[in-house]
């Protein structure tokens, strides 16, 4: 599906308002032509001719931004924000409404929760930088930790970009041997090494009139950092074992974790390629920096949990203040795997502290969590071993079974299945039971997971997944 794009409204019925349409359909905008401003959505500017006098009004319709086209004989109290000859050439007039594209493009995927989430200075700033550099064709360096959500940034970039109707490719530099990087990267033509049965496009190939997004550049073997320095330069590039060049028609965006700087110091990463790629360089920002969007980004991911089908939890106010205090070494992904966590645990009710992992419990202010009545430590500890019962110790419902669970229907016909009168969590017992049993059967195989895989009547891969799941190691 196409994406949508911003309204420009043009302000006159002149004759040349069919040819300034035509323009701005090109440049892939939606237009309304007349005196009287669109009523469904708000334009992204409004462009008049000064020759039509329809410029009177301009500091009184609209809001928007507003050019004007031809020589004005006197400037209004608000004057345009460009003014520009008319007729006007096409790349001026791209000159000038890129960056307001690219400005209502990043509104439009913050209003949709995509991109980079929060409100404070540091992130707005953020924004900012890519909302300048996207409509360009400048190289871009990311710069941040693990987590922070460098490749989010890339995407962005890309998508409020003259090229986002075409691919946006991310190599991981740091996942990808080095020996098999070049043929990854530029591609390989048949029999150009041992196993290349077939001609095969690279990433490069693959972008084409797109972004390619190098993460972890900073990992990249020095080897091949000429070979990317000359497709920054040339803008070319030849497949392994070929002879013809091709066109490299790409945005280049890098990413690392690593200080360059020092590397470049330590002969481990090229200087003139640090110099190619840190032509407009982007700090992103940890999360220990963004304790006050901690609360939005959180629920973001917790959204995107439901999106996917996976349990997400609900959060509550005492399990926020606690996810405030931590300082986030992992950053955002550190974040979502903790709510995927707790999204487990308390799947069919509200989160609680007690939900987190052991490292983040002592972060717990001193007063009690809303909603929980005061009592004493060991009431709670109690309350929760009811609700959470350890599966190494929950044999039964109730105090009227033996020793041993049920192992056949009519065993778990004899038992007394009688519920206490607040209830139970099903999902949880079931869970409980099933670790009590993966536990059980490890221990008589002696941790061969395959002996205790015929014991449980399960494949041998869907106990390890179980085993994953549980945390069973």
Known sequence: MPRPQPLCWIDSKAPEASLLNEQLTLLGFDTRTGLEPPESDAPLCRLTFAADGAVEAADSTTRSPWVVLGQLDDIPPVPP????????????????????????????????????????????????EVAQVAPTEATVLILGETGTGKEVVARMIHMLSERADKPFVPVNCGAIPGELLESELFGHEKGAFTGAITQRKGRFELAQGGTIFLDEIGDMPF?????????????????????????????????THRDLLSMVDEGKFRQDLYYRLNVFPIQTQPLRALRDDLPEIATALVERLHRDGRPAPTLTDAVISVLKRHDWPGNVRELANVLERVGILAADRPSRVGD???????????????????????????????????????????????????????????????????????????????????????????AVVARAARLLGIRRTTLVEKMRKYQIG
């Open 81 to 128: 924000q460009a003014q520009l000859p008319w007729p006007v050439p096409l790349d001026t007039l791209q000159a000038v409404l890129a960056p307001m594209k690219s400005r209502w493009h990043g509104e439009r995927l913050r209003r949709e929760n995509r991109g980079l989430i929060g409100s404070s200075p540091a992130l707005e700033g953020v924004r900012h």
């Open 223 to 255: 080897s091949m950092q000429v070979k990317i320095l000359r497709v920054l330069q040339e803008r070319k590039f030849e497949r392994v074992g070929g002879s013809a060049s091709f066109d490299a028609d790409v945005r280049i965006v890098a990413a």
């Open 356 to 446: 987190l992992p052991a490292h983040l419990q002592h972060l717990s202010p001193s007063e009690p969590d809303p909603g929980y009545p005061a009592e004493s430590a060991s009431d709670r500890s109690a309350a929760m071993e009811k609700m959470d019962p350890d599966p190494r110790s929950i044999w039964s419902l109730t105090e009227n079974f033996g020793p041993r669970l049920p192992l056949t229907p009519e065993e778990v016909g004899d038992c007394d299945l009688t519920l206490p009168d607040d209830g139970i969590s099903l999902k949880s017992q079931l869970e409980a039971i099933e670790q009590a049993w993966i536990q059980a059967a490890l221990t008589q195989a002696d």
